[in-house]
């Protein structure tokens, strides 16, 4: 088997599990996609055309297509005898050394596209490659979505269902739905609709369990949406990866999660040994599962694929941090910090830094950071507005929560007695992130009577006394009323 340049895997087995077996070279012909006319440089030895194509556009032959690699491959072999392909297109010379590798699916070369990118580097991380379905042959879209969540439009079509929920436009749908969700409201109405039109969405069914946790303060419920999730999701790799992502991220307190997690991730994770998404997501299951030897075998072999990117180095260092001793992983984070081009945003860079001290229990340099960043950083958005997005937004939910108390703290030094109820509902929270849940239910009962009992500072109120409740339960005392 000749080498492939872009694409490095270890073992002829993994290889195997997406690569095509060995054909004649196709004659390369002008195809087309939603993306353009496209030169098709490989195609599966399929037996018939297509009827429908899904297609997915990548600027390099590393990134997502790596993470996707796998699941693409996944798809084409459930989807081809009924009816549907699965394309990917890139730059000419990533497709070239795509093509040479034979995979499963078809590969185009398309030479001036330039994916819209309508968010953040974060953002984008979290939801994922867009990938087009269209009749084959055009470029007319049937229906668009990320990779997570594609399976439920391919269903839907395979089942004739044209009116299918799964078929409208998903992503700005589940984006704004998440945000909010976290942000805590009445939503189970919305929430519900979305798990029925994709139910293999690994951020949608993760939504589910977000909702009980964030919204409602209810724990067996959450509990309940993630053995759900689990069962859906339980032959769908990549929405598995989403779905262990947000719920890791989204609650510290049941170890059951992690553990479960670690163990449904680690064959997903040995098939997608390149996958900087996957590897990440991987490492902290294995963490806070307190599997901390195998986490840095899987924390050495990552390293090597994060030069160059620098939101991905942030996001290694402070999962390492999650160690149930993160000082044995101080100088990897650091090193990966540090490696972060000095150019990128200072809130992040600080963030990420804060973690390490507090965690590895410099109190007195993570104090000092704060105070420096404060000085040559001016908040426009106020202490506690930055808190509350630095915990709510999906892309940063559970990554830098001690930076959030920090500014929580300093919010009520300045404010004293005059702190609003509004602002003690963030100062609650951001205590409850940091482990202290029982300052964290004083705090919210106060914020929660001042704020007319709201159901959404209620549901917190709800969450903390649960968690609180909880860890008396498990030491033999009761909790303070």
């Known amino acids: 088997m000749r080498a492939c340049p872009a ?48 297609w997915v556009h990548y600027p390099e032959d590393r990134g997502d297509f790596l993470d996707q690699l796998q699941y693409l491959a996944d798809l084409q072999r459930r989807f081809a005898e009924r009816g549907i392909g699965i394309a990917v297109t890139m730059p000419p010379p990533a497709a070239k050394r795509v093509a040479a590798c034979t995979p499963a699916f078809t590969v185009g070369s398309i030479a001036e596209y330039e994916p819209a ?30 990779l997570d969540g594609a399976v439920d439009v391919l269903q839907a079509i395979v089942d004739d269902k044209l009116d299918s929920p799964a078929l409208q436009p998903m992503e700005e749908t589940v984006r704004a739905l998440l945000v909010n969700v976290i942000d805590s409201g009445e939503l189970g109405a919305e929430v519900e609709k979305c798990v029925a039109a994709w139910p293999r969405s690994g951020r949608v069914r993760a939504m589910a369990v977000l909702f ?55 064959p997903i994770a040995a098939a997608s040994p390149d996958g900087v998404f996957t590897q990440l997501v991987y490492l902290r ?28 180095q942030l996001v290694f260092a402070e999962t ?11 100088d990897l984070a650091q090193q990966a910090i540090g490696a972060v081009d000095g150019g990128s945003d200072a809130r992040w860079l600080t963030a990420a830094r804060h973690k390490v001290l507090v965690r590895c229990g410099d109190l007195e340099a993570a104090e000092k950071l704060m105070v420096e960043y404060r000085g040559k950083n001016e908040n426009r958005s106020g202490l ?18 001690t930076m959030a108390l920090s500014q929580c703290e300093e919010m009520r030094r300045l404010a004293g007695a005059s702190l609003g109820y509004n602002s003690k509902d963030t100062a609650a929270l951001a205590l409850f992130l940091n482990g202290k849940v029982e300052e964290a239910v004083e705090l919210q009962t106060v914020a929660a009577a001042a704020g007319g009992n709201a159901a959404r500072y209620v549901g917190r109120l709800r969450r903390f006394q649960a968690v609180l409740a909880e860890q008396a339960r498990k030491k033999g005392t009761e909790p303070k009323k």
């Open 117 to 146: 990118r309508d968010g953040s580097v974060m953002a984008l991380s979290m939801s994922g490659t867009m990938a087009v379905l269209c009749r084959s042959g055009s470029a007319d879209t049937v229906a668009a979505s990320t």
């Open 7 to 54: 694409i490095v895997v270890p073992a002829v087995t993994l290889w195997l599990a997406f690569v095509a077996p060995a054909q004649q070279p196709i004659e390369v012909k002008s195809v087309v996609s939603p993306f353009g006319s496209a030169q098709r440089l490989h195609a599966p030895p399929d037996p018939a055309e297509p009827k429908y194509t899904l």
């Open 320 to 330: 390492l941090m999650e160690a149930n001793t993160p000082a044995a992983f101080r």
């Open 212 to 266: 009980q946790w964030w919204s409602r303060g209810d724990l067996e419920a959450a509990h309940k949406a993630f053995e759900e999730g689990l069962k859906a999701l339980a032959d769908e790799s990549l929405p598995m990866v989403q779905f262990a992502d947000l719920v890791l991220r989204g609650d510290r307190h049941d170890p059951r999660h992690a553990k479960t997690l670690a163990a449904l991730l680690a």
């Open 384 to 401: 506690n507005d930055d808190a509350w997005y630095m915990m709510v937004r999906p892309e940063s939910l559970g990554r830098f929560d």
């Open 285 to 312: 299951a294995l963490l806070r599962a307190g599997q901390d030897r195998i986490a840095g075998r899987t924390a050495a072999m990552l390293r090597k694929h994060l030069e160059g990117r620098g939101w991905d």
